[in-house]
């Protein structure tokens, strides 16, 4: 196949992990293609720059297992390193933020805890025990002369995960942590590629990357007798088998929901800007990524770092505590805590609103019948209080429904996201409004807000929600439509009482709209790109953090100051929240 425009470099290896053959609707399929083209590089080339703070949840967890399994570390050895460590973890790689490593002592006990029962539970059922398996299992095809269709002459199948094996060859396990509770299932396709390379892989040496390997096919001619997949959660210890199968039927699965998909992934075409464009090597010779040069009028921070992803609720969440941005939005620590009655009925309502506003063709909501609030309570589980008060916001909106009349022709997107790129930045900005529309011609971008409380008149609309401000840019910028002069911001702002909810409007093509969006994101977004340390900030905002069991000053705080439960507690918006293995 032709290179993308934007990398230079061989096509002739394709290298497949798991997760290249999961689902995902929001994937860019030239991302994707690229991406399992490990010898194509970006072009211009990308720089190296090391990260402050280790940015990847399960890289400590991974190294203090390594000593546990393979370096005959006892848990306590490795747990008094961890609470010693000041920096890189082991003196190596990025320094380690001190509550990521309180979370890593954390989950090597439930790991450790976990995988002993479960090796407990496989000798009573009469199976030989596993032990670590060092080197990873990887799957190779012979490299041949000519290219296939898809310009491959090698093909070469991984794994991400902890790896086991007994001793004389017949079972093999894969351990795949989740950062929550153990998840009970996976995508058909990503099981059955793990499925297959445990059956017919073998372990390989680890490469420096863009390295070839060797030319050789790896020896599949013993395959174990059973492969076995276990998700383990590091918050609470639980574990699930996804997977218990023999080679047969590891082949035969990989045939049937592997292949289908690897396949779309290593010939897709087109973009689909998004996620992706923060690792993507194409992204310079991408023409549908908007770019947005001075979107804000930012300035570069004075360490150099990696391109990263700016949305509203990063804006929002690093303001409130740099610490909580760090460990939930970036690194995903989750310490399984109940959400606020709050946040639940703001997420059982928009629920509701994204299933009737994304019905085709697209309706409004004037004449829909609002479900009672024992139905509200049959389908969400919310309580008596919150029940009444969304079936009192459902009310509300059929008045407010900006689709209400809405002509048959015009465009309506629900959760669709916006992107768009400030080069001299670096920084992909990722917005999902809950609805954007076409009216006569102009785009509308709506946001919903459930609250118990009116609207603050003494701060304005762009202040109190920065998520109205990257909207009035990202029209400024081009990013949808092509005259912000003719589209507008609307907050729709809904409460429980008859006539309290209203709905605002912001006209992006406004000079002093414009200026004081640049304002309120600039305040917001310069100290999340300067920032290096990630300090905790305590404040209400403690009471719902999702990695307060590891952070001592949110802990305190929380212990001093207890609080009854807040109505209006917010939460990541649902398309905001990034999918994690």
């Keep these: 196949m032709q290179n993308s425009s934007g990398v230079v470099g061989h096509d002739w290896l394709i290298r497949a992990s798991p997760r290249m053959a999961r689902p995902n609707a929001a994937a860019c399929p030239t991302h ?101 398996v060092e080197q990873p299992w990887t799957w190779r095809t012979r490299r041949t002369d000519a290219p296939d269709p898809r310009g491959a002459r090698q093909y070469e199948h991984t794994l991400w995960g902890r790896m086991y094996a ?124 908007k770019r947005a040069p001075q979107l804000w009028g930012g300035r570069p921070p004075a360490i150099a770092r990696k391109r990263r992803s700016v949305s509203a609720w990063d804006l929002r969440v690093h303001a409130e505590c740099p610490a909580q941005y760090h460990l939930v939005r970036r690194l995903h620590l989750n310490d399984l805590s109940t959400e606020g009655r709050g946040a639940q009925r703001g997420r059982a309502v928009d629920a509701w609103l994204d299933t009737q506003h994304g019905e085709r063709p697209a309706r409004g909501c004037r004449d829909r019948e609002i479900p009672s609030p024992a139905e509200i309570r049959a389908r969400t589980g919310l309580d008596d209080a919150s029940a009444r008060e969304a079936a009192g916001m459902f009310a509300e909106h059929r008045l407010l429904c900006p689709l209400n009349g809405l002509g048959a022709g015009e465009q309506v997107l629900v959760k669709h996201r916006v992107t768009a790129y400030v080069p001299e930045l670096d920084v992909v900005v990722l917005a999902v409004p809950d609805l954007v529309h076409t009216y006569r011609g102009r785009w509308i971008w709506h946001e919903t807000k459930t609250s118990a409380r009116a609207l603050w008149e003494r701060q304005s609309l762009l202040r109190t929600y920065p998520q109205l401000a990257l909207g009035v840019l990202l029209f400024h910028a081009g990013a949808l439509g092509d005259d912000p002069r003719r589209s507008w911001v609307e907050l729709e702002h809904l409460r429980e009482g008859h ?81 994690h293995d």
């Design 32 to 132: 994707l293609r690229t991406a399992m083209r490990p010898l194509l590089v970006a072009e211009p080339a990308m720089t190296f720059r090391p990260a402050p703070r280790e940015e990847f949840g399960f890289g400590p967890l991974f190294t203090a297992l390594d000593l546990w399994e393979h370096k005959d570390w006892t848990v306590e050895q490795v747990r008094e390193e961890l609470r010693n460590t000041r920096g890189p973890f082991l003196g190596w790689g990025a320094p380690v933020h001190p509550a990521h490593l309180a979370w890593t002592a954390h989950a090597l006990e439930r790991y450790v805890a976990a995988r002993t029962r479960e090796q407990a539970a496989t000798i009573e059922a009469g199976l030989p025990p596993t032990t670590p």
């Design 166 to 289: 007994s001793a004389d060859g017949t079972v093999r396990d894969l351990w795949l942590p989740s950062l929550g509770r153990a998840k009970t299932g996976r995508p058909d396709a990503e099981l059955a590629a793990v499925a297959q390379v445990m059956a017919y892989g073998m372990p390989t040496p680890r490469r420096k990357a863009r390295a070839e390997p060797p030319p050789a096919a790896t020896d599949g001619t013993q395959p174990p007798g059973l492969v076995r997949v276990f998700d383990v959660g590091c918050a609470d210890g639980s574990v699930a088998r996804l997977l218990s199968e023999g080679p047969a039927e590891a082949r035969q699965r990989f045939t049937d929901d592997a292949a289908p998909a690897f396949l779309t992934a290593a010939t897709g075409t087109g973009t689909q800007p998004g996620e992706n464009c923060v690792d993507c090597k194409a992204t310079a010779g991408c023409t549908d990524l």
């Design 499 to 579: 006539g309290e909810s209203r709905l605002e409007r912001v006209d992006p093509g406004r000079a002093e709209n414009i200026d004081e969006a640049r304002t309120v994101i600039a305040e917001l977004a310069q100290p999340l790109l300067d920032d290096t340390t990630y300090e905790p900030r305590t404040g209400r905002h403690c009471h719902g953090c999702q990695a307060r069991t590891w952070c001592r000053p949110g802990t305190a705080y929380v212990t001093d100051h207890p609080r009854p439960e807040d109505p209006d507690a917010q939460t990541p918006p649902r398309g905001e929240i990034p999918a």
